[in-house]
């Protein structure tokens, strides 16, 4: 088996016992392989023991390896600018990292022009730590009001990423997103849809499924070092 494969099985099997702490179901998360600093080879080998969801942090190397496995789905979880969106509108299946309104309304606007409507999430910064991006927890429903006013992108849910360190230490930022996700799901708003909550990496990845999480976006667990 290779290590790739070793890999993958040791995320199924914490994510499948986590879920199950939790009284859900493994097949409630998906796991998004996180290709930074990944080469095509990988690539290849990963798509081979069946992994179909990856995620690039850097628009050129998603626009890369989406032209070369158009199969796969390619997750964008990167910081995404203002003059990048066009690269990314159309290949990535989910933008994780929608940060601000005025990201929003440009990538509703290139979605437009090209005739498609783009899934997205909503950053929040619950930790509230100046070096992370995303919408304050108390801005989210004016943002999801706002989205829910635009015609080709949809909003399915929520991202946030925890400080790093000790994986119980972030529980509290998985939590508090999930109680923000259930406190807005009864707003009855166009085009929104928060059935997704994508947080937890490497390092935390088994809290966050244990808090709610329905996405998670893990790369040196599979790929190593």
């Known amino acids: 088996m290779s290590v790739i494969a070793e890999g993958y099985e040791a995320v199924r099997r914490q994510v499948a016992h986590a879920a199950d702490c939790a009284g859900r179901s493994f097949e409630d998360v998906t796991i998004v392989a996180v290709t930074k600093h990944v080469g095509v080879a990988e690539i290849q080998k990963s798509l081979s023991v069946g992994i179909l969801d990856f995620g690039e942090n850097r628009v050129q190397e998603l626009v890369g390896k989406h032209g070369l496995f158009p199969e796969a789905r390619w997750h964008f979880i990167g910081t995404l600018q203002t003059n990048k969106v066009k690269d990314v509108v159309g290949k990535a299946c989910l933008i994780h990292s929608v940060h601000s309104l005025h990201l929003l309304d440009t990538i509703d606007r290139k979605a437009a022009e090209i005739g498609v409507v783009q899934p997205v999430l909503l950053q929040v910064n619950v930790s ?50 999930r109680e923000l996700r259930d406190s807005l799901c009864e707003m009855p708003l166009n085009s929104v849809d928060l059935a997704e909550l994508s947080m937890g990496m490497t390092n935390d990845y088994r809290v966050a499924v244990e808090e709610g999480a ?8 599979i790929f190593g070092k």
Request: net charge neutral; glycine share 10%; no cysteine.
């Open 128 to 177: 509230g730590e100046e070096s992370k991006h995303g919408f304050p927890a108390a801005d989210v429903r004016e943002a999801l009001i706002e989205a829910s006013r635009l015609g080709n992108t949809e909003v399915r849910g929520l991202m946030t990423m925890a400080p790093f360190g000790r994986a119980e230490d972030s529980r509290w930022v998985f939590r508090e997103l």
């Open 214 to 221: 329905t996405i998670v976006r893990v790369g040196r667990a």
